[in-house]
């Protein structure tokens, strides 16, 4: 069965730093993956996703993220982090094995930089 | 293109009643996914709706359900409300759901609160 964990539930970082949001994920076949970010009382905004090709994926506002297929990784980056990326980030799967299709959700880690 | 509508936005509802929230996916979307977020549980899967058929469900009781119309509307319905269903509830649109590399837009939700 497919699976994905965001370890930590709040990350810190101060504005200017440098910043990673963690993923790991479990699947039977080759992932799918995909970051979403979510603000205060708003449904959540699809990031970026890697589905195939090069590791080093860039999304949305200066996010980019790399995969590791032998870590089962997925970390979020950016190298410069702004006040206004504090929010709540969410880390998915969808195993390309898995004939039902369903997306995977980590819980989230919320993201706070502090100024 | 105008994005994904959910509406009501906010509800309250006391224990036992029943509710029915909407959502209107992207213009083009053909599948419709709703989840559940709370702040233990982080998102969780309800069902996903193609071409008037659920496709997927997660493992929520019987009293969740939903339908999806010819033109891609979708609703889903509490049942005898408790007060646990207190949550934000997410509609997500994608254009497919068989291609497995589409990401999905999400509206902004339906609060709902049971007294």
């Known amino acids: 069965a497919q699976s994905v964990a965001q370890p930590e539930d709040q990350v810190n970082v101060a504005e200017g730093n440098p910043l990673t949001v963690k993923c790991t994920y479990s699947v039977s076949g080759n992932p799918y993956l995909f970051w979403y970010v979510q603000y205060p009382n708003r449904g959540l905004q699809f990031l970026l996703k890697y589905i195939t090709g090069d590791n080093l994926v860039k999304g949305s506002y200066g996010f980019e993220a790399e995969f590791n297929k032998s870590q089962t990784s997925f970390h979020l980056k950016k190298p410069s982090a702004l006040v206004s990326d504090s929010a709540l980030y969410f880390c998915a799967v969808r195993d390309s094995m898995n004939r039902d299709d369903k997306i995977i959700f980590g819980k989230g880690t919320r993201l706070h930089i502090l100024p | 293109k105008a994005g994904v509508t959910q509406t009501p936005r906010y509800l309250i509802k006391t224990r036992g009643q029943q509710v029915t929230l909407s959502c209107s996916p992207i213009s083009g979307h053909r599948s419709v996914s709703w989840y559940q977020q709370t702040p233990g549980q982080g998102l969780q899967f309800l069902f996903e709706?193609?071409?008037?058929?659920?496709?997927n469900k997660g493992n929520f009781p019987g009293r969740f359900s939903g339908r999806q119309f010819s033109n891609s509307r979708s609703e889903m319905n509490v049942s005898t409300l408790e007060l646990g269903d207190s949550a934000l509830y997410l509609c997500?649109?994608?254009?497919?759901?068989?291609?497995?590399?589409?990401?999905?837009?999400f509206g902004p939700g339906t609060r709902l609160t049971v007294t």
């Open positions: 709706y193609f071409s008037e058929t659920q496709r």
């Open positions: 997500a649109s994608r254009p497919t759901p068989t291609h497995g590399s589409y990401e999905q837009y």
